[in-house]
């Protein structure tokens, strides 16, 4: 999207009377995103004219506009194969907006995107579950992908268009190599395990909130397990563990399992309980 280009589209929502008229100018953008090549350098101003968008105080408070950007900006974060850090960075604004499961707990000022509002906030928390799945679900093909590598009846499968291996050509990929696409996967996961972090502390309302978080919390360990699994199963073939692995790992141990498991506790018996660090995912009547 050249620059008066951008410029046309972003008059145009500036002047929509109506929240639809922004939303249908979106659509159009995100239907002509799509024949953009991935990593070029018109995806990447649309990146930074949604990103901008999101970030403007000029959008209120709307909360189907706030989906439809939340939405574009993460898609278009995608198809760049950029860091999965937006998504956590939206996280922390929906846990901000819509406060944490325990009262006594005073939050840090999170305004990464003006979009985010405690009117807005479910909207958004509802596209973070959305594309959460489809990354760890690409992530989980990935890694399948990787098992097939060290197949011996099995052609790689990061082939390019002549028929080479982007981790090996015509053979399988060395234990460095595979290291790096390990090292890789680690640095998504990480920002996912963040993001999820930051919304099992939220006072999420029960019902599709609190279902929807922990659909993603099972797909993301299911992953992580499949990870690990693969991970050691080539550990004869590596000098050393791969830092990144170890680091999540540590960090879903020691940061995220004990806030899951008060959430679960909660969205199963709903009830306080002085045992647990969280006093309630649910929103309360006086919250």
Not at 38 to 61: F, P
Not at 123 to 140: G, Q, T
Not at 179 to 187: K, L, M, N, P
Not at 247 to 256: A, D
Request: aromatic share 8%; net charge negative.
């Amino acid at each position: 999207m050249c620059l008066p280009q951008q410029s046309l589209f972003t008059a145009a929502i500036n002047a929509s009377t109506t929240s639809k008229d922004a939303i249908l100018m979106l659509g159009v953008v995100s239907l002509l995103m799509k024949y953009l090549p991935s990593g070029s350098q018109q995806l990447k101003q649309v990146h930074s004219w949604v990103h901008g968008h999101a970030q403007s105080k000029e959008q209120g408070n709307d909360a189907p506009l706030a989906k439809t950007l939340a939405s574009l900006l993460l898609t278009v974060v995608a198809r760049q194969s950029a860091s999965a850090q937006t998504m956590e960075e939206f996280a922390q604004d929906v846990h901000y907006h819509i406060g944490d499961c325990d009262d006594d707990v005073q939050l840090e000022e999170s305004d990464q995107f003006a979009i985010v509002s405690k009117t807005t906030a479910p909207s958004v928390l509802a596209v973070l579950y959305a594309h959460c799945e489809v990354l760890l679900s690409d992530i989980d093909w990935l890694i399948a992908q990787l098992k097939s590598e060290f197949s011996p009846q099995t052609e790689s499968p990061f082939t390019d268009d002549d028929g080479a291996s982007d981790l090996a050509h015509h053979g399988t990929a060395s234990p460095t190599q595979h290291t790096g696409v390990v090292a890789s996967i680690c640095e998504q996961l990480t920002h996912v395990l963040w993001a999820m972090y930051e919304l099992v502390q939220t006072a999420l309302s029960p019902g599709p909130a609190t279902n929807g978080l922990l659909k993603c919390l099972t797909k993301l360990y299911n992953v992580m397990s499949n990870l690990v699994k693969y991970y050691a199963s080539l550990f004869g073939l590596f000098t050393h563990v791969c830092n990144n692995l170890v680091v999540l790992v540590e960090t879903v141990g020691k940061k995220l399992s004990p806030k899951t498991y008060s959430f679960i506790t909660y969205t199963q018996v709903g009830v306080p309980s002085s045992s647990l660090s969280c006093e309630s995912p649910f929103v309360h009547a006086d919250h």
